[in-house]
């Protein structure tokens, strides 16, 4: 929703969306690691991501919920390349496209001006 329909909002920005993406699911996966499963280490993992975004200035929102989702399923450490630096790039990609096309198509059948006598 925030690519394709806020694409300007700070949210939105390259930046904050791989860089979100993947400094959370780097925050999982060591959490994961050092703390080992569990509720507790997952919140824990998920505030101190949420934090890192803020004073990183990479916060997406979306990527917030990476922590959970590295507790949940216990991926490796290939998890930050894919899905995670892969994925987001890719939102990326196909947002930049999606905009490209909606604004050549604004162009390309834009209504023409109404002459009035």
Request: with cysteine.
């Amino acid at each position: 929703v925030l690519l394709f329909a806020y694409p300007q909002g700070p949210f939105s920005q390259v930046r904050n969306v791989v860089g979100g993406h993947v400094l959370t699911s780097l925050v999982g996966l060591c959490c994961l690691q050092v703390l080992g499963p569990g509720l507790l280490p997952m919140a824990f993992a998920g505030g101190l991501a949420t934090v890192l975004m803020v004073v990183t200035r990479t916060v997406h929102p979306p990527a917030g919920g990476n922590p959970v989702i590295v507790f949940m399923t216990q991926p490796g450490w290939t998890f930050l390349l894919v899905p995670t630096l892969g994925g987001a790039c890719f939102l990326m990609l196909s947002a930049w496209l999606y905009w490209k096309g909606i604004r050549w198509l604004e162009q390309r059948f834009k209504p023409s001006a109404v002459v009035r006598e």
